[in-house]
C-alpha cells in the first residue's frame, strides 16, 4: 500500500512540476526567507521532498530510510500556505517537512509500527503528545521513517536499520554499511536530503549514535523535557523524543517546539520548558567555558582516526576559549548489567501498558512472541527474539532485583556526571559519538565498535552530537553531555563549536 501511495503521488507531481529548484542542504531559516519573500511556498516544497524520497529511498542507491509518505502531506502543505497568506506564519517551522519515526503516533492515515509485521495495520485514534505539538507548530508531517524493529530491542543479534515492514536501511555515505540503530531511518532521511528535520527516540544511544554515523545533528533531550506519551516505549526510565537536523540551530528549532508539560507523562510535570533553544547562539558560545574529556569511552583507542578526530577536536575548543580538563574518570562497574535489568523489567511492563491503552492488534508482549514464532520466515529472517523472550520471564516493578538494578544503573551514571561536572567546575563533557560506520552483517548482527551514549541515556540527562570529522569518508560525531534541564548551554557550545569546524559534508547522491 505504501509503495503504491507514493507511486501515485510522485506520478502526479511529475505531470505538472516544471523546471526543478534544489533544496539540497537547506536550512529552516533559508527556507523560511524564501517562504516570507513569497519565492516559496510549502506545498512546492513537499513536493520536492517527495521526488528525493523517490529518486533517493525508493530507486536510486535505495536508502530505504521511509517506510511511508504522509498522503495528506501535499493538502497539509497547502493548507498551511493559506494560513500563512490570511494570517501570517505560526512560527519558525510553520510549513516545514519533518519525518517522524514509526514508533510515534499519527491520528492519519499512517501506521504506528514499531517496524513490526505484527503491528502493520496499527492506526491510533489519537496523536502522540509530541505530534500535537508539533502540528500546533505548522509543520508538515512528511511521513513515518524505518526503524530498528522494536528499537532494537527484540534480539542481541539485530541488524540496526532493519525491521520486518520496512527491510533494512543504509547508510548514505557507504550502502554497504550500517546507519546505526534504532532511529535510523530518520538519521538517513535528514543526511540524505529526504527531509528538513527529523524526530527520533532513544533508550541508550538511539538518536545520538545514528545521528553521528549519519553526519547529522541528534539531541538527546533531559528525560522529560520532551513527552512519551503515544511512543511506542521501551523503557520510561530512560526514554525520551529527539530532534535531528543538519545544524545546530535547525535541531535547536525542531527541539524548541517539541517541548512541553503533558499530563499523560509525569515526568514532563517539572520540566524546564521554557525556552528557545535557537536564541543566543554565536560563534563565540565557547568562550571560557570549561569542558571535560572523557577518554575510556566504550571502544577507546580502536581507531587511530577517531583518536585524531578527538585531539583535533580538544584543539578546536581550546582555540575558542574553552579551559580543557582531560581524561575526566568516573566509576561505571556494574553499570551497564544494571542497566540491561531495568530495560527487560520496564520493557514488559510499558509495552504491555501501551499495547492495551492504544488498542494495538496485539495486546501484549506474549501476543507478539506468538506472532513472531507463528510467522517467523518474514518477521525473523536474520534474527531472532531472545530479548523479548528474557523480557516476557520478568516481574512487576515492585521486584527488588528490578529496584536494586535501577537504583545501581540510575546512580553510577549521574554520580559520574555530577560528581566530574562539581569537582571540575565543568560546563559540558565530550567524548567521540561513533566510530566508523560498520558493515551491514545479517549473519553476526551489529558491531558498534566505538561509543559514548551510556551516561547521559542512563542518568537521563542531556546530550547532543555534533559532525565532528571523517575517516575513509566515514563521518564522526563528538557528543556534549551536561547535567539535568542544561540543554541550553549545550547547545550554544555545540553551535560554537560546529560554527568553528564546519564538519558536516553531505554524502554524495
Request: hydrophobic share 40%; net charge negative.
Amino acid at each position: 500500500m505504501t509503495i503504491v501511495r507514493l507511486a501515485v503521488i510522485c506520478c502526479m507531481l511529475a505531470a505538472c512540476s516544471g523546471e526543478e529548484r534544489d533544496y539540497a542542504e537547506a536550512s529552516v531559516a533559508g527556507l523560511h526567507d524564501e517562504l516570507q519573500r513569497g519565492e516559496l511556498r510549502s506545498e512546492e516544497l513537499v513536493e520536492w521532498y517527495i521526488r528525493q524520497v523517490e529518486t533517493i529511498d525508493s530507486s536510486g542507491p535505495q536508502l530505504n530510510s521511509m517506510i511511508e509518505i504522509n498522503p495528506d502531506a501535499l493538502s497539509i502543505a497547502r493548507s498551511l500556505d493559506a494560513e500563512w497568506e490570511t494570517s501570517g506564519p505560526r512560527g519558525p517551522l510553520h510549513g516545514i517537512p519533518v519525518v517522524l519515526k514509526a514508533n510515534i503516533d499519527t491520528a492519519d492515515q499512517m501506521y504506528t509500527s514499531a517496524g513490526s509485521l505484527a503491528m502493520a495495520d496499527h492506526a491510533p485514534a489519537a496523536d502522540a503528545f509530541v505530534v500535537k505539538r508539533l502540528r500546533d507548530a505548522g509543520v508538515v508531517i512528511l511521513g513515518k521513517s524505518n526503524l530498528s524493529e522494536w528499537a532494537n530491542f527484540r534480539s542481541s543479534r539485530s541488524s540496526s536499520g532493519w525491521s520486518s515492514v520496512g527491510g533494512q536501511t543504509k547508510n548514505p555515505y557507504d550502502t554497504a554499511r550500517s546507519p546505526c540503530g534504532s532511529s535510523s531511518g530518520s538519521a538517513v532521511a535528514v543526511a540524505a536530503n529526504l527531509t528538513v528535520l527529523a524526530v527520533g527516540t532513544e533508550t541508550d544511544g538511539s538518536v545520538v549514535c545514528p545521528a553521528g554515523v549519519n553526519g547529522v545533528v541528534g539531541i538527546k533531550p533531559t528525560l522529560g523535557l520532551v513527552s512519551r506519551s503515544g511512543i511506542i516505549p521501551i523503557a520510561h526510565s530512560q526514554d525520551t523524543a529527539g530532534p535531528m537536523a543538519r545544524s545546530v540551530r535547525d535541531a535547536a528549532m525542531l527541539l524548541t517546539a517539541m517541548t512541553g508539560i503533558d499530563a499523560d507523562d509525569p515526568a514532563t510535570a517539572n520540566a524546564e520548558i521554557h525556552h528557545d533553544y535557537s536564541s543566543n547562539l554565536t560563534a563565540d558560545g565557547l568562550s571560557k567555558k570549561r569542558i571535560g574529556i572523557i577518554r575510556s569511552y566504550y571502544g577507546a583507542g580502536s581507531n587511530p582516526g577517531v583518536d585524531a578526530i578527538l585531539e583535533s577536536s580538544v584543539a578546536v575548543l581550546q582555540k575558542q576559549g574553552a579551559t580543557i580538563v582531560d581524561d575526566i574518570e568516573y566509576e561505571a562497574a556494574n553499570m551497564h548489567d544494571a542497566e540491561y535489568e531495568v530495560l527487560l523489567y520496564e520493557f514488559r511492563a510499558d509495552l504491555n501498558s501501551y499495547l492495551e491503552k492504544s488498542k494495538a492488534p496485539m495486546q501484549s508482549l506474549a501476543d507478539l512472541i506468538a506472532f513472531n514464532e507463528a510467522h517467523a520466515t518474514s518477521v525473523m529472517p536474520i534474527f531472532g527474539q531472545d530479548i523479548f523472550l528474557a523480557a516476557e520471564e520478568k516481574g512487576p516493578l515492585t521486584t527488588p532485583e528490578y529496584l536494586e538494578a535501577l537504583e545501581t544503573s540510575r546512580g553510577l551514571a549521574r554520580a559520574a556526571i555530577d560528581d566530574a561536572m562539581d569537582q571540575h567546575n565543568l560546563d559540558a563533557i565530550v567524548a567521540p559519538t561513533n566510530g566508523p560506520a560498520w558493515m551491514i552483517d545479517h549473519v553476526n548482527g551489529d558491531n558498534y565498535g566505538i561509543g559514548s551514549s551510556s551516561l547521559a541515556a542512563i542518568s537521563g540527562y542531556p546530550s547532543i552530537t555534533v559532525p565532528a570529522g571523517q575517516v575513509s569518508g566515514l563521518p564522526i560525531g563528538i557528543s556534549f553531555i551536561g547535567k539535568a534541564w542544561n540543554e541550553k548551554q549545550l547547545i550554544e557550545i555545540a553551535y560554537a563549536f560546529e560554527q568553528a569546524t564546519g564538519a558536516r559534508f553531505a554524502p554524495n547522491p
